[in-house]
């Protein structure tokens, strides 16, 4: 089991930043690919960012492709994800996410894929 654990949101103006943390416990965070999803009122759960165990893999969704950042310190069993240029359409809950793997990375997009989830935190972006 892992459980996570999401922190860093907020409102902020647009064209301002945040930066968003997943803190990691249970078992080794680092055998588990990451993801960030983000769900808006009245809309489904969307993929937004995922990076493998190793850090050195990283996926965007073409929405916020250049503006965010993923990474992960192993170390401290924590994944962040950096949002910068953000704008009012960003504004959802953020949910980090993960599942095991072994052998080559893949970039998982669907929700299906990811075994476990954080409680979420909210992002509200004001224009």
């Known amino acids: 089991q892992v459980q996570l654990v999401e922190s860093g949101g907020g409102l902020v103006q647009a064209g301002g930043s945040l930066r968003l943390s997943c803190a990691a416990s249970?078992?080794?965070?680092?055998?588990?690919?990451m993801g960030w999803f983000r769900q808006a009122p009245g809309k489904e759960r969307e993929f937004v960012s995922s990076?493998?165990?190793?850090?050195?893999?990283?996926y965007y969704a073409d929405s916020v492709k250049g503006r965010f950042t993923i990474s992960r310190d192993n170390s401290k069993n924590t994944g962040y994800l950096r949002m910068n240029s953000l704008k009012p359409e960003d504004t959802a809950v953020y949910y980090c996410?993960?599942?095991?793997?072994?052998?080559?990375?893949?970039?998982?997009?669907?929700?299906?894929?990811?075994?476990?989830w954080g409680q979420g935190t909210q992002v509200t972006v004001s224009s």
């Open positions: 996410a993960a599942y095991y793997y072994s052998g080559s990375y893949y970039p998982a997009i669907e929700t299906a894929r990811y075994d476990y």
């Open positions: 249970g078992r080794t965070f680092s055998s588990y690919a």
């Open positions: 990076i493998g165990w190793r850090g050195s893999y990283k």
